[in-house]
């Protein structure tokens, strides 16, 4: 789950000496970011600070894709920040890839979402603010990073089944040559899709010892981090995550948060709200950020926000806004 109360960000350690290493001033970044010159040495930055030091990564290194596959093979693995420390040394690529996931919680602004369905797992990425996705640059960094790690881990050249991002990415030649398959472009996701027989493959980096002493610490880290958070902010999240194609219960959502339904409704009820409130918050959130978007036609829009057909989304949408759908996406898009 990717939670956070605060829009900190902690910096990637090894960052600015990764960037060093190409041959890219950190001051050079800060000023094409409009930053400070103190922001290089600070270990927290605003989300919008986060992605405007990516933007001008990308500004100054050019192609998209050769600053994509630069960064992505230059961190070396000793200077590698805990969390990542921690999937670098598991038993598998399933177990990296699911402590990856796991340990993404404590470092905004993205979560990794895991799929494994017949031959293929996919993993795709999601943003924390849905409003404000971030730059080309880092999605393609994170999706290659995560094929890099399976190449690190297991000593195989392995290659992807498919990467779909949802921009354009530079040179697409050099991305497909990187990731060893086809790479699509303005698709829906930001999207690795890897051979779900390499999942099993042992790490030669595993290292039992050093797992003992990181997992407590970064699992207590995790818990710490989710208590801080009310109850409502983590259902909604879940709820906005899982609306699609189908009916969403409180079981469900209970059973992610590894408790009973009973102990989750006590807890909102704590809180002054119910599940069935914070379904229609969800819903409503959603569907005004869908309709948003006008390559998004109103049937999908009911779909994606878990109605069955396209009259009971207007009827719902009407008690929430007072005018229909399509009125309401006139109006808001006319404003822009």
């Not at 960037?19 to 800060?30: F, K, M, N, T, W």
């Not at 989300?47 to 994509?68: N, V």
């Not at 730059?135 to 990073?145: D, E, H, K, Q």
Request: net charge neutral; glycine share 6%; charged share 25%.
């Amino acid at each position: 789950m990717k939670l956070h109360s605060s829009d900190r960000i902690k910096m990637p350690l090894g960052f600015w000496a990764g960037l060093r290493q190409l041959g890219i001033s950190d001051h050079d970044v800060a000023r094409k970011a409009q930053l400070p010159l103190t922001m290089i040495t600070e270990p927290e930055v605003t989300g919008a600070q986060y992605f405007a030091i990516w933007q001008a990564y990308s500004d100054l290194i050019g192609d998209t894709a050769k600053g994509i596959i630069k960064l992505a093979t230059a961190f070396d693995t000793a200077k590698y920040p805990p969390t990542v420390l921690a999937t670098y040394h598991a038993r598998d690529y399933r177990d990296a890839l699911n402590r990856m996931a796991r340990y993404k919680q404590l470092c905004p602004p993205e979560s990794l979402r895991i799929t494994e369905e017949d031959e293929d797992c996919t993993i795709e990425l999601e943003w924390q603010d849905t409003e404000r996705p971030g730059p080309p640059m880092l999605v393609g960094i994170t999706l290659a990073f995560l094929l890099e790690l399976g190449r690190r881990g297991t000593g195989h050249p392995l290659t992807a089944k498919l990467v779909e991002f949802s921009h354009s990415m530079g040179d697409l030649q050099t991305l497909e040559a990187y990731f060893g398959c086809r790479i699509q472009i303005n698709a829906k996701h930001n999207r690795l899709t890897l051979h779900r027989r390499d999942l099993s493959r042992p790490f030669i980096s595993y290292n039992k010892e050093l797992l003992e002493i990181l997992t407590p610490f970064l699992d207590q880290s995790l818990d710490e981090q989710q208590r801080s958070l009310s109850m409502t902010e983590m259902v909604k999240w879940i709820m906005k995550r899982s609306l699609t194609g189908g009916r969403l219960n409180i079981q469900a959502v209970a059973k992610e948060l590894s408790m009973s339904d009973r102990t989750l409704q006590r807890r909102l009820n704590d809180e002054n709200t119910s599940f069935k409130e914070l379904m229609i918050q969800a819903r409503r959130e959603q569907a005004r950020e869908y309709l948003a978007d006008p390559s998004l036609d109103i049937k999908e829009v009911a779909y994606l926000i878990g109605y069955e057909d396209q009259n009971s989304f207007y009827r719902a949408f009407r008690l929430w806004e007072g005018v229909t759908p399509s009125k309401w996406r006139t109006q808001h898009l006319g404003a822009n």
